[in-house]
């Protein structure tokens, strides 16, 4: 019985203390929760779960289990939605944080092909023709965060507003220059008479998107997070132009035209839930 009323009190006056700081410490006297004035480091957690799941079960191409965000599921920025978004975060009191998160991609590609040169009868006498293909795309977002709880499971809700950016250019160099004996470039890529540049439109979104979530806290200072999101998505895409070149037989030269297309105008305006309905994240919080 004295026992039972022992564990009992310890019990109560563990409860109180906790009530009364609002803290959880490990047992080497670690705080497990963030604190005010810690800033956070987040990252998109979809890439571990593919990889696991490619353990277990042998297959490379396990789709991911969430999606970054609504406003960059639209492309706005030209680049691929799957892309890992990295966030940060900096805690203004126990309650509210500032957020912000980044997608910053840069990436080309070089594929050779070797073509006959051109006056020559011997088919084993190549020059290359190169086609060489780029892209850019930034996505950059602001919000604010409110917290709700001092235990280890968090809950999160808040706005955040997003901008994004984005072009991709192709172009092609031609080991055969023309000329009056060769008024004709090869089409090694399938890309056309001609052409020597091929350019997308500009691209330019914005979104503001609504989030709830959880955090878990796993670990002092470290948690998991998923978050549903709702918002809208709004980006333009202007005209893309491409460049040719042909042999002008009058002239005795080489003449260069740019014209607007293939690819067309396009505005996009959606109203909905993250496609893939949530985010999962890892996020570290330090001083």
């Known amino acids: 019985m004295k026992k039972t009323v022992l564990i009992t009190a310890a019990l109560f006056a563990g409860s109180v203390a906790f009530a009364q700081t609002g803290e959880i410490t490990s047992n080497r006297g670690e705080n497990w929760l963030s604190q005010d004035g810690d800033w956070g480091l987040t990252f998109d957690a979809s890439p571990l779960l593919n990889y696991a799941g490619n353990l277990f079960n042998g297959n490379l191409n396990n789709g991911n289990v969430a999606l970054n965000n609504l406003f960059s599921s639209t492309g706005a920025a030209g680049i691929n939605g799957n892309r890992v978004v990295i966030g940060g975060k900096k805690l203004i009191d126990a309650n509210t944080a500032y957020r912000g998160q980044v997608r910053i991609g840069f990436g080309s590609t070089k594929n050779t092909v070797l073509v006959q040169q051109a006056g020559q009868n011997e088919p084993t006498v190549t020059v290359d023709d190169v086609q060489k293909i780029g892209f850019m795309g930034i996505d950059l977002g602001v919000g604010m965060e409110k917290r709700v709880g001092s235990t280890r499971v968090v809950g999160v809700y808040g ?129």
């Open 159 to 287: 706005a955040m507003f997003n901008v994004g950016f984005g072009s991709n250019k192709t172009t092609y160099e031609y080991g055969n220059a023309l000329s009056a004996t060769n008024q004709n470039h090869s089409n090694s890529f399938n890309q056309g008479a001609g052409v020597t540049e091929a350019k997308g439109g500009s691209t330019f979104g914005l979104g503001l998107r609504a989030f709830a979530g959880i955090e878990w806290f796993c670990a002092p200072k470290l948690s998991l997070s998923g978050e549903y999101t709702w918002g809208l998505a709004m980006s333009s895409t202007g005209f893309g132009t491409t460049t040719t070149e042909s042999w002008d037989t009058v002239n005795n030269s080489v003449k260069t035209t740019e014209v607007e297309g293939p690819t067309g105008k396009k505005n996009t305006f959606s109203l909905d839930t993250g496609v893939s309905g949530a985010s999962i994240g890892v996020n570290f919080y330090f001083q």
